[in-house]
């Protein structure tokens, strides 16, 4: 495990959480597009050196957090996409949990204008009401595919989802 990696991987998804956490009131998001814009470019920069930073790389925290960032590396959907194909292999070789592919994958798909997957990505109406999950392919086998990759039932990730805007 390169520790190094792994203490600045930790530095950088506190730092992203910090500014997530601010209330949206309180700031326009350039500092998060700052954050954001600062830790793909560190990213993009790790994998060239050393591929995917898997469990193995950078530890179970470590993984977690390097699929935060390039979850969050909405303003660079190009490398999103290569991060995408670089976890389908971290989660095939058991690097990578499978939840954070089905992360990641709807995150692409929501992107490119596609229905989700996983159900895992919501969106409100433009006045920041009406919280809800973005289209999903085949909603009626959405808890299959959810359970498949360790992930909880639909209706109670929606109540997750709801509470956190209380």
């Known amino acids: 495990m390169n520790h190094n990696l792994a203490a600045e991987l930790h530095r950088r998804a506190e730092e992203d ?9 309180t700031h326009d998001g350039r500092e998060m597009r700052r954050i954001d814009v600062g830790n793909t470019a560190w990213l993009q920069q790790v994998i060239a050196e050393h591929g995917w930073p898997g469990v193995a790389l950078a530890g179970e925290q470590g993984a977690d957090e390097a699929w935060l960032l390039a979850q969050h590396a909405d303003l660079a959907p190009a490398f999103q996409r290569q991060a995408l194909e670089l976890l389908k292999a971290a989660v095939a070789a058991g690097d990578a949990p499978p939840r954070h592919l089905a992360y990641l994958t709807d995150r692409v798909l929501v992107a490119a204008g596609e229905p989700q997957v996983y159900g895992t990505q919501y969106t409100h109406d ?4 009406n919280l809800r999950p973005q289209p999903v392919a085949d909603p009626d086998r959405l808890d299959e595919r959810r359970a498949a990759v360790g992930l909880e039932p639909a209706v109670v990730y929606d109540r997750r989802m709801h509470a956190l805007e209380t």
């Open 17 to 25: 959480q910090a500014a997530r956490r601010l209330p949206a009131a």
């Open 126 to 129: 433009p006045d920041g009401s």
